[in-house]
């Protein structure tokens, strides 16, 4: 006979693991597991992203290097709008590029090893959970076998109190039993009877227990734990969607500063100014010479028949040399640097300026410096000899007197260069071609000469980086690879003096070599 306890079940409001899901155990096992799963492909998928971001970061900034000007030639062009331009916007994409390794960076440790770090407590939890509810199921199926066991034990208890009733009725119908006989037999069905009973009894309460554990463990035990394990799934999730909008919010966080950097980007390509850069290029590069005049028609149809010794003595004019610097005959530097073109000259002409400005405040300092020596000397005898400073002073007296006729010399050619400069261009121009008769004839006898004439050794060797076309007075053409003597140095202005290995000398372009070691 089986005896059941009464169970009151409440269904709550909401539904829940423990109350509906009771008996697939299985499947919240395959369920939170599934849970575990995405939140490990994930992290993987953010940790890829960063390093997406990183190798990203890291070819940005490669390629801000390699298009980053280095070296006198690049520092010459970013002078002009068009370069500094494109230099800030280089700038610009290598902070964008550091704000992609933030990004990639906060993925990093704000995303991944946070639910990394979750991860491992989650797989204990749910561990710990399926540990907890299979002991349960364990110590529920070990009541069970225990109660199987006793039923048997009362099944055959009370057969065998059957059998022995049924035997002891038997005896005392039989005739040839004696009363001691019948005893016996009444005595042990009645001791088998009793056995049945306790066996019947210990059954009962044993399935009274089983039930109540049973209840126990359906109704409380098993859901608890299933509640937690939904409870460990909800958070999962939270978790998850935390780091989904993590991987939303870092790059959100940048967004600001990348905003800016492309502003400046923008900036950078609006602050270009074309006509600015041109007027630099030409301030850069301009001679100052006047254009070529018309050459002069020279009519050899008359007075051709002149003898031999006229056409020596009066030889058939040349076209004057519009730029003092010929291919084989270098005049002496002009102390007033009047050989040079009117832009170069002024620069020069400051240049030495500024040279002897700054000597000048050098000797004066050693001169204020000497008199105040001598006066602690006159105040002081023991100190030294105030005679003794006499000839220093005397000598930076002597020297700063000179210094000044100095300054007041190349002022004054530099106010003329200023000044005078359109006028001195005609002047020389004309100049050119009324000194050219008499320049001819002195020129047929010092020609030869001048082939044989001090040449200054070369300062040294380069190799030329880019073609130019020399096309102005005074400069040469150059081609890439071509390796060319070092004459003179720039003296600031961006030109140097070069000789090529045909003879041909001239000016070129500063940056457009590389001296060779």
């Known amino acids: 006979m089986q005896q059941t306890l009464p169970v009151i079940r409440t269904t709550p409001a909401d539904m829940d693991w423990g109350t509906d899901l009771w008996d697939q155990c299985d499947q919240i096992e395959k369920h939170t597991q599934s849970g575990i799963d995405l939140l490990e492909l994930y992290v993987k998928f953010v940790k890829e992203r960063t390093e997406i971001e990183q190798s990203y970061a890291k070819q940005l900034r490669n390629l801000t290097k390699k298009y980053a000007k280095r070296g006198s030639k690049e520092e010459l062009d970013c002078k002009f709008s068009n370069h500094a331009s494109f230099q800030e916007i280089l700038n610009e994409l290598n902070d964008y590029a550091g704000q992609r390794e933030i ?8 995303i991944c090893a946070e639910l990394n770090k979750y991860l491992q407590d989650l797989k204990q939890e749910r561990k710990g959970h399926l540990s907890e509810a299979k002991k349960a199921q364990q110590n529920l199926e070990s009541s069970f076998k225990h109660l199987e066991s006793i039923k048997k034990r009362f099944a055959k208890e009370w057969a065998e109190a059957e059998k022995a009733t049924q035997q002891a009725e038997k005896t005392e119908h039989d005739v040839n039993a004696t009363k001691m006989d019948v005893e016996k037999a009444k005595n042990h069905a009645h001791a088998r009877t009793h056995t049945a009973e306790e066996s019947r009894n210990d059954y009962a309460a044993e399935l009274q227990k089983y039930n109540k554990e049973q209840n126990y463990f359906y109704y409380t035990e098993i859901p608890q734990i299933f509640n937690k394990m939904q409870e460990m799934d909800e958070q999962r999730i939270r978790h998850l969607a935390k780091g989904y909008c993590q991987f939303s919010d870092v790059e959100k966080k940048v967004l600001p500063i990348i905003s800016k950097c492309l502003e400046g980007i923008a900036a950078a390509g609006n602050k270009i100014n074309e006509k600015q850069d041109s007027m630099l290029f030409i301030e850069q590069h301009k001679s100052g010479f006047e254009r070529p005049a018309d050459v002069e028609f020279e009519d050899y149809s008359q007075g051709i028949k002149a003898a031999t010794s006229d056409s020596s003595l ?19 530097a002009a102390e007033d640097f009047s050989h040079l073109p009117p832009e170069q000259r002024k620069k020069k002409l400051q240049a030495k300026i500024d040279d002897i400005n700054k000597e000048l405040q050098k000797t004066q300092d050693q001169s204020d410096a000497l008199e105040k020596m001598k006066g602690v000397y006159e105040q002081n005898p023991q100190l030294g000899d105030p005679t003794s400073l006499e000839p220093q002073i005397s000598e930076t ?26 006028s001195a261009n005609v002047i020389n121009n004309n100049a050119q071609h009324v000194n050219v008769a008499a320049d001819q004839t002195r020129n047929l006898y010092t020609e030869f000469d001048d082939e044989f004439e001090d040449v200054d050794p070369p300062l040294g060797q380069c190799t030329v980086l880019y073609n130019f076309e020399g096309n102005s007075e005074g400069t040469v053409s150059i081609a890439e690879g071509e390796l060319l003597s070092i004459m003179e140095e720039d003296k600031g202005d961006g030109w140097m003096r070069v000789l090529k290995g045909n003879g041909e000398e001239g000016f070129i372009p500063s940056s457009y070599i590389s001296r060779d070691s």
Not at 103 to 110: D, I, K, L, Q
Not at 316 to 330: E, I, N
């Open 103 to 110: 990004v990639a960076e906060n993925m990093t440790t704000g």
């Open 314 to 332: 009066n030889p058939p004019k040349v076209r004057a040399k519009l730029w003092p610097f010929g291919k084989k005959h270098k005049p002496p």
């Open 397 to 422: 007296t002597h020297h700063i007197g000179r210094l000044r006729g100095e300054l007041a010399k190349y002022e004054t050619w530099l106010s003329e260069a200023v000044g005078g400069e359109e």
